[in-house]
């Protein structure tokens, strides 16, 4: 099982470029997540979904939108990039409603200049 | 809004246990306690969670007062590896989110 993957690793945006970061799970989990960190700080959940077809927003969703068409995908979309979101961005997941453990990817490092 | 109190940073020295304390004072009846670590240039690790009693998994040990208003989080014997940010977290709502702090950075010398 390869868990949480998440493309690409790094990035550089120029401000107002529109890009999406990919993330995929092979481990049939039905809630997925995408949270971002800011240098010196814990993680703020953007968007969150609890299957395929349902997303829901999170604390720092503006800027940003999500889509769930698969199980396995949660791809994160920035249209019109700022230099406030840049940021290391991690996915996770989790397996039902009964199992708390969230198993997070290797993160995207984005820098909007 | 309930929140999680952690210590900024903290320092250990190898093999010694570690205890790490978290304050929850508003924390309510039946929200859960996470631990989570994050190793350098790495996303978040689940290392253990409870409610109200004790808990021990092959990670850490969760020590988590009558009152539940804090816990503490046992590092048995503290290794170079150990060496990360340690948060206390609170689960917001039926959906499982993740609600972080800033978290205790865990120094550890040899």
């Known amino acids: 099982n390869a868990g949480v993957t998440q493309t690409p690793k790094f990035r550089i945006l120029k401000i107002g470029q529109s890009m999406t970061l990919q993330c995929t799970q092979d481990?049939?989990?039905?809630?997925m997540y995408w949270y971002r960190q800011d240098p010196g700080m814990g993680l703020k959940l953007i968007y969150y979904s609890v299957g395929a077809g349902i997303t829901d927003k999170g604390e720092v969703p503006n800027g940003y939108n999500v889509s769930r068409s698969t199980t396995e995908d949660f791809p994160l979309r920035l249209e019109l990039a700022a230099p406030s979101q840049t940021s290391v961005y991690f996915c996770a997941s989790r397996g039902t409603p009964r199992t708390y453990e969230q198993y997070f990817g290797p993160g995207t490092r984005l820098t909007v200049t | 809004d309930a929140k999680t109190t952690q210590p900024n940073s903290m320092e250990s020295n190898e093999e010694e246990p570690v205890h790490l304390p978290c304050n929850h004072s508003?924390?309510?009846?039946?929200?859960?306690i996470h631990w989570y670590r994050q190793l350098p240039s790495q996303g978040p690790e689940y290392v253990i969670h409870?409610?109200?009693s004790n808990v021990n998994n092959r990670m850490a040990s969760l020590a988590i007062a009558e009152d539940r208003k804090s816990s503490t989080l046992i590092l048995h014997r503290a290794t170079l590896r150990d060496a990360a940010v340690y948060y206390c977290?609170?689960?917001?709502?039926?959906?499982?989110?993740?609600?972080f702090g800033k978290g205790t950075k865990l120094s550890v010398k040899p």
């Open positions: 508003t924390i309510s009846g039946t929200d859960y």
């Open positions: 409870g409610l109200t």
């Open positions: 977290i609170r689960v917001g709502g039926s959906q499982g989110n993740l609600i």
């Open positions: 481990m049939n989990h039905n809630y």
